[in-house]
């Protein structure tokens, strides 16, 4: 009695497995989701509850009425989507009307391993013109014909000699088949069902149901679930490509451009690999269009970037970055190399004829490559910073080059007091006394100008050792100096060594401008 039991408590678990299975497909071919119901439901139950709880209040019972009234109303609306779908138990469609994205011959694989099963099958398809119906014995006969032959429906048996329909399935998977697959047994009905379903099975049929109309409905169903389920795959391809490819060269974004790169710095970083980033700009891409028209400089651009993806590794990442530019993520490349290839890339461009109905035009390219420096890890904005300087260059330099990122040497420039005292304009003295006073401190200033005394400054240098607190603060607490006081010796002490010799009479502003327009020339005497 037990056994018994347990039994009938797993074909109901099966059967409620079987039923989630089916509302899941419900669902979605009626775009709606578990969400969609859950929502409702769950308003619906919770209204309920207080309705219960406001007996007593006719205005609170009124709104609760409401809220009830529209989740019901919702749901109502989800259960006439599902109720517009055709289902196989419902209305056996006429498989000589197939839709036109189905193909014009069905071939259907059976495997079976009994004759008697196999041949009933057959002559309730035998009306039915457009079926080819295959036979496989077995598992291993199966796993041949569906090695050799595209099939567009499986039926298969659960049980047979060498294995079962869980086998087939689990080839089918290994093999990224997308044959829909239809379990047929008369053996412990619902609980291979729901393994059969659970393991990718896309609809089940007890033989003892099978009719031609059983049999064209599943056909059916398989087929509209199996189109059905591509569509929204293709769908969701179809969006992420758009997401991350350029819609006029096919090349990816510079969305994905940007993800890539902060991959392959990182990358770079860790493994301590080499990487550069080259940066490719049409020249005078604007003259293109106003001679030969947008639609020829399209096909300029996309006869490049075809160019440039047969012209690269696989290994390397191409993408539009913007307009008439492209950026190329060389991996494990120098900079050196990188130079070779970006150079003989040039070349081929420079020599190539852009045709395009009857024009044909000519054009060149610039680019800036920049490497990525394991001294100075640069982050992917800063290598991308690069790369633009060193393309600025190409097109400064006259454009039709390849110029490589290299950072500029800090240039000799001498200090303006040398440069002061050796045009005469002041002594060494003069200079030691200027440098002396730019160089006081916030205490020494205020003394020197009479805004403190020297026992106030002491007082608070002494206060400043215990409290911690910037000097100009304790003196404003104690009351030595005013705020007008700090600011005005906090900007004296910012002062450039210029500044301070024109307040001092040394020089005139004309003879500063000068000094300082000889500092940058870098005169021999100074070096």
Same mark, same amino acid.
């Given at each position: 009695?037990?056994?018994?039991?347990?039994?009938?408590?797993?074909?109901?678990?099966?059967?409620?497995?079987?039923?989630?299975?089916?509302?899941?497909?419900?669902l979605?071919?009626?775009?709606?989701?578990?969400?969609?119901?859950?929502?409702?439901?769950?308003?619906?139950?919770?209204?309920?509850?207080?309705?219960?709880s406001?007996?007593?209040?006719?205005?609170?019972?009124?709104e609760?009425?409401?809220?009830?009234e529209?989740?019901?109303?919702?749901i109502?609306?989800?259960?006439?989507?599902?109720?517009g779908?055709?289902?196989?138990?419902?209305?056996?469609?006429?498989?000589?009307?197939?839709?036109?994205?189905?193909?014009?011959?069905?071939?259907?694989?059976?495997?079976?391993?009994?004759?008697?099963?196999?041949?009933?099958?057959?002559?309730?398809?035998?009306?039915?013109?457009?079926?080819r119906?295959?036979?496989?014995?077995?598992?291993?006969?199966?796993?041949?014909?569906?090695?050799?032959?595209q099939?567009?429906?499986?039926?298969?048996?659960?049980?047979?000699?060498?294995?079962?329909?869980?086998?087939?399935?689990?080839?089918?998977?290994?093999?990224?088949?997308?044959?829909?697959?239809?379990?047929?047994?008369?053996?412990?009905?619902?609980?291979?069902?729901?393994?059969?379903?659970?393991?990718?099975?896309?609809?089940?049929?007890?033989?003892?149901?099978v009719?031609?109309?059983?049999?064209?409905?599943?056909?059916?169903?398989?087929l509209?679930?199996?189109?059905?389920?591509?569509?929204?795959?293709?769908?969701?391809?179809?969006?992420?490509?758009?997401?991350?490819?350029d819609?006029?060269?096919?090349?990816?974004?510079?969305?994905?451009?940007?993800?890539?790169?902060?991959?392959?710095?990182?990358?770079?970083?860790?493994?301590?690999?080499?990487?550069?980033?080259?940066?490719?700009?049409?020249?005078?891409?604007?003259?293109v269009?106003?001679?030969?028209?947008?639609?020829?400089?399209?096909?300029?651009?996309?006869?490049?970037?075809?160019?440039?993806?047969?012209?690269?590794?696989?290994?390397?990442?191409?993408?539009?970055?913007?307009?008439?530019?492209?950026?190329?993520?060389?991996?494990?490349?120098?900079?050196?190399?990188?130079?070779?290839?970006?150079?003989?890339?040039?070349?081929?461009?420079?020599?190539?004829?852009?045709?395009?109905?009857?024009?044909?035009?000519?054009?060149?390219?610039?680019?800036g490559?920049?490497?990525?420096?394991?001294?100075? @890890?640069? /982050?992917?904005?800063? =290598?991308?910073?690069?790369? !633009?300087?060193?393309?600025?260059?190409? *097109? &400064?330099? #006259?454009?039709?080059?390849?110029?490589?990122?290299?950072?500029?040497?800090?240039r000799?420039?001498?200090?303006?007091?040398?440069?002061?005292?050796?045009?005469?304009?002041?002594?060494?003295?003069?200079?030691?006394?200027?440098?002396?006073?730019?160089?006081?401190?916030?205490?020494?200033?205020?003394?020197?100008a009479? @805004?403190? /005394?020297?026992?106030? =400054?002491?007082?608070?240098? !002494?206060?400043?050792?215990?409290?911690? *607190? &910037?000097? #100009?603060?304790?003196?404003?607490?104690?009351?030595?100096?005013?705020?007008?006081?700090?600011?005005?010796a906090?900007?004296?002490?910012?002062?450039?060594?210029?500044?301070?010799?024109?307040?001092?009479?040394?020089?005139m502003?004309?003879?500063?401008?000068?000094?300082l327009?000889?500092?940058?020339?870098?005169?021999?005497?100074?070096?």
């Amino acid at each position: 009695m037990a056994e018994k039991h347990r039994f009938c408590h797993l074909n109901d678990e099966a059967q409620q497995i079987i039923e989630e299975e089916r509302l899941k497909d419900l669902l979605h071919m009626a775009g709606a989701s578990a969400g969609e119901l859950n929502q409702p439901l769950a308003v619906l139950l919770r209204y309920i509850e207080l309705l219960k709880s406001s007996r007593n209040d006719p205005k609170k019972l009124d709104e609760h009425i409401a809220a009830i009234e529209q989740a019901g109303q919702r749901i109502t609306q989800i259960a006439q989507r599902i109720q517009g779908i055709r289902h196989c138990r419902v209305t056996p469609p006429d498989l000589e009307s197939t839709p036109d994205a189905y193909p014009k011959t069905l071939k259907i694989l059976y495997v079976e391993d009994s004759d008697a099963d196999f041949e009933k099958v057959k002559n309730l398809l035998k009306n039915h013109r457009h079926i080819r119906l295959f036979r496989a014995r077995g598992f291993q006969d199966a796993a041949r014909a569906l090695a050799k032959t595209q099939f567009d429906l499986i039926f298969s048996e659960y049980v047979f000699s060498d294995g079962n329909g869980l086998d087939v399935l689990q080839f089918h998977q290994r093999k990224g088949l997308e044959t829909p697959v239809v379990i047929m047994t008369a053996h412990g009905d619902e609980l291979i069902a729901s393994q059969a379903i659970q393991n990718g099975a896309t609809d089940y049929l007890p033989k003892r149901l099978v009719s031609e109309n059983a049999l064209s409905a599943a056909i059916t169903n398989a087929l509209e679930k199996y189109h059905l389920s591509r569509a929204v795959t293709m769908a969701q391809q179809k969006l992420a490509e758009m997401s991350t490819k350029d819609p006029l060269t096919g090349l990816y974004n510079r969305r994905y451009f940007m993800e890539a790169l902060d991959r392959e710095v990182a990358r770079a970083g860790r493994y301590q690999s080499e990487l550069v980033l080259c940066i490719v700009d049409v020249d005078h891409f604007k003259n293109v269009n106003d001679t030969y028209g947008h639609p020829t400089g399209d096909a300029v651009l996309t006869e490049l970037g075809r160019m440039l993806r047969e012209f690269i590794r696989e290994s390397d990442l191409l993408c539009r970055y913007g307009g008439d530019e492209f950026a190329i993520i060389l991996t494990s490349t120098d900079q050196h190399k990188a130079q070779i290839v970006c150079e003989r890339f040039r070349e081929m461009v420079a020599w190539h004829a852009f045709a395009h109905n009857a024009y044909r035009a000519h054009v060149t390219v610039s680019i800036g490559i920049a490497s990525y420096s394991h001294r100075q @890890r640069p /982050t992917p904005r800063v =290598l991308i910073e690069w790369a !633009d300087n060193a393309l600025y260059r190409a *097109k &400064k330099d #006259g454009r039709n080059r390849v110029v490589e990122y290299a950072k500029k040497a800090a240039r000799h420039r001498p200090k303006l007091g040398k440069v002061l005292v050796s045009e005469g304009f002041v002594t060494d003295s003069q200079l030691s006394e200027a440098l002396s006073e730019q160089q006081l401190k916030l205490g020494d200033i205020l003394v020197r100008a009479d @805004r403190i /005394t020297a026992q106030q =400054l002491a007082h608070a240098l !002494d206060a400043q050792k215990m409290v911690r *607190k &910037k000097l #100009g603060e304790v003196l404003i607490e104690f009351g030595h100096a005013t705020r007008q006081d700090i600011a005005w010796a906090l900007k004296k002490m910012k002062r450039r060594l210029g500044e301070v010799m024109m307040d001092k009479g040394y020089i005139m502003p004309r003879d500063l401008q000068w000094a300082l327009a000889m500092q940058s020339h870098e005169p021999r005497q100074w070096q």
